[in-house]
């Protein structure tokens, strides 16, 4: 069966340091991958997705960016964080493109 | 802007009792999903609604879709403690995973 790991799950970082979030699947090859974003109280804001390694989109302007080193790697990174980066960051796959979407336990950022 | 919105925001009800939750989108849609998210987690995903069908089941869930009043309500008969979550109803007009967009949530609390 298909698995989804995200590490950490939670996070607390100065403002200005760097940020790395990974993400991995198993169990599945060539999936589409995502991260999003979740303010507390609100909904997801898809930040990147992915439909093969390399192939990165960007879906919203960011102090962030992604990369896919591999099949099944996915990690979000800052050169610098600024406060607005705090939130809660879910990982995501899926068969293609079609979805249904599968979601990772997510890590809580706070950056102070 | 969102597309999907949840209503009500919050909704508490008794153990037992059934709970109804509502979506409301703006523009045409492929498929609309209802996810579920544990305070603090990933999101799982319960059920898929495609724009050509009306009503779908999975267990105690019964899902309506009314394309014509761009509306769509999530039902869960027999509620448990165990069904405390937050909603979310996701939808595309394109059928693609990326395209995805999420609503607020509804907020529901089972009480035992």
């Known amino acids: 069966s298909q698995t989804i790991h995200q590490w950490p799950a939670t996070l607390v970082q100065p403002v200005g340091s760097p940020l790395s979030l990974e993400c991995t699947v198993e169990?599945?090859?060539?999936?589409?991958l995502y991260w999003y974003r979740q303010a507390a109280g609100r909904g997801l804001q898809l930040l990147f997705y992915s439909v093969g390694i390399g192939q990165i989109s960007s879906e919203v302007p960011q102090n962030l960016s992604a990369s896919r080193p591999q099949d099944r790697q996915f990690i979000l990174s800052s050169k610098k964080l600024l406060l607005s980066d705090s939130g809660f960051y879910l990982c995501?796959?899926?068969?293609?493109?079609?979805?249904?979407?599968?979601f990772g336990n997510g890590t809580r950022l706070t950056v102070t | 802007s969102q597309q999907g919105e949840e209503d009500p925001q919050a909704l508490s009800i008794q153990e037992g009792e059934n709970a109804t939750m509502n979506c409301s989108y703006k523009t045409s849609i492929n498929n609309l999903q209802w996810y579920r998210q544990n305070s603090g987690r990933g999101l799982v995903h319960l059920i898929l609604?495609?724009?050509?069908?009306r009503e779908k089941h999975s267990g105690r869930l019964r899902v309506t879709l009314d394309t014509s009043k761009k509306s769509s309500s999530l039902l869960i008969t027999a509620s448990r403690a165990a069904d405390t979550a937050s909603y979310f109803c996701?939808?595309?007009?394109?059928?693609?995973?990326?395209?995805?967009?999420f609503g607020s949530g509804t907020q529901l609390t089972v009480l035992p």
């Open positions: 996701a939808t595309d007009a394109s059928g693609s995973a990326r395209q995805l967009t």
């Open positions: 995501a796959w899926s068969v293609g493109s079609w979805g249904p979407l599968h």
């Open positions: 169990g599945t090859s060539n999936p589409n």
């Open positions: 609604i495609r724009s050509n069908e």
